[in-house]
């Protein structure tokens, strides 16, 4: 099973994972800021995805699409007309929730009462602004609420200038905001959140084997990336739950502390997006397949995961606890890839003479690997805080490496420890941490 919800939590606070976003000032409700090791964990899944998605094959490329967009795009995907959520109110207690989360649709989840919610009404997610020195109705801009429309706007941009054809894909990282009702569970369901998504455009009568392709794909990476298999699962959408453009979605579910939620979605959204951005914009959208001599609107696999839910899940999952000389040594078994710090350099001591060995190592690793140089408090404290960081080695340089220039390295997981010389530190690293 998971980790414990509030010691998960507590730690990414205590180590500098995350911390409320304007703390100083009380904090602002679904907000937070990722500090030093939380940012560098968050690139690292970010840049995984993007190595396995983009950089290591051939039909996919990427784009950085603008989150303001024309407003049309959003009336075109229907975001502005039906991109909403039931809203209720207690009248008791002023609680505003989600109707269709809610355990109970009777009783406030807040103060506990029944029958006092008012009639629920459709919410709009959309942040709205508006661009331009006057706010009026004619100036008014949305936040995008998903990174996706932005590639289907550029469909026929990217596909002339990368020289596609048909099947590809197009893949990018971005922030997306949605003004949720019931924003919670840490970092998990916030209004401010990053996706990865990506379109995979085929033809209509191959978009069935592409959907199972992308289906086992993306169940895989998160396994290749080291969660554990009993946490994991693919749950297909019932009829009642497909969005009106979808002939078929499944969700790759974690096992959170609260119980089986979304980590990522893949969907066949069919032909519907460019169709529709080709009705409202006037353009031609399809594509002439040149063999046949012909024109059609290819159909879409969407592959689309949360950066910063799919964080918190590898965070959680590599949480673990074992007995240590009748210690309790917390440790974060994160595959190295994923891992914020990769090395960590110990001088047994401040001493000068190991401290002018052990900086310039740290300075020839750091050009490969991100790097701490720990020279604060005793040797088995500084462990211990790397095994809970998640630092797969540590380098110790101690009083025999001024006689055998040699130094010790110890492995996070097994704890085992290897005299390495060295000038052969940085070639030792090499063979254990992947690209």
Not at 218 to 236: E, F, K, Q, V
Not at 416 to 430: G, H, I, M, T
């Amino acid at each position: 099973m998971p980790a414990d919800f509030d010691t998960i939590v507590n730690l990414a606070k205590k180590r500098g994972f995350v911390f409320q976003s304007s703390e100083i000032y009380g904090g602002l409700r679904s907000a937070y800021d990722y500090g030093p090791l939380g940012a560098a964990l968050l690139r690292n899944v970010k840049d995984q995805w993007w190595r396995s998605m983009v950089q290591l094959r051939d039909n996919v490329v990427g784009l950085d699409s603008a989150i303001l967009q024309s407003p049309e795009v959003w009336v075109a995907s229907g975001h502005v007309a039906s991109f909403s959520d039931p809203l209720v109110e207690c009248t008791n207690c002023n609680t505003r929730s989600r109707l269709d989360k809610l355990d109970d649709p009777e009783q406030c989840p807040s103060c506990g009462m029944r029958g006092k919610f008012t009639d629920p009404k459709l919410f709009n997610l959309m942040f709205r602004t508006h661009m331009g020195p006057v706010e009026s109705e004619e100036n008014v801009v949305y936040l995008r609420p998903e990174t996706a429309q932005g590639i289907f706007i550029n469909f026929e941009n990217v596909r002339r200038t990368a020289r596609l054809t048909l099947p590809f894909g197009i893949a990018q990282i971005g922030k997306s905001f949605r003004n949720e009702i019931t924003p919670g569970q840490f970092v998990f369901r916030t209004r401010e959140f990053e996706q990865m998504e990506m379109e995979f455009f085929c033809a209509p009568d191959e978009s069935q084997q592409w959907f199972e392709y992308w289906l086992d794909e993306r169940r895989s990476w998160y396994l290749d990336l080291g969660m554990t298999a009993d946490n994991l699962r693919l749950r297909p959408h019932g009829k009642d739950e497909l969005s009106h453009y979808s002939s078929g979605t499944s969700d790759v579910e974690y096992a959170f502390p609260w119980g089986w939620d979304e980590l990522e979605g893949i969907a066949n959204r069919s032909d519907f997006d460019l169709k529709a951005h080709a009705d409202r914009s006037g353009k031609d959208l399809r594509y002439f397949d040149q063999p046949n001599n012909e024109r059609f609107y290819p159909h879409v696999i969407e592959p689309a995961a949360g950066a910063t839910r799919t964080t918190f899940a590898f965070l959680i999952d590599a949480y673990a606890e074992e007995i240590v000389n009748e210690d309790t040594r917390v440790v974060l078994r994160l595959d190295p890839r994923l891992s914020p710090v990769k090395a960590a350099v110990l001088p047994l001591s401040k001493k000068p003479e190991l401290m002018e060995i052990s900086a310039p190592l740290a300075d020839r690793l750091r050009h490969r690997w991100e790097i701490e140089h720990d020279v604060t408090q005793a040797i088995g404290r500084r462990y211990r805080r790397q095994d809970e960081i998640g630092t797969p080695f540590c380098v110790t340089v101690d009083f025999d490496t001024l006689e055998d220039q040699a130094v010790t390295v110890r492995d996070r997981d097994t704890m085992a420890q290897d005299r390495v010389s060295l000038d052969k530190v940085e070639e030792y690293l090499a063979e254990r941490l992947p690209a």
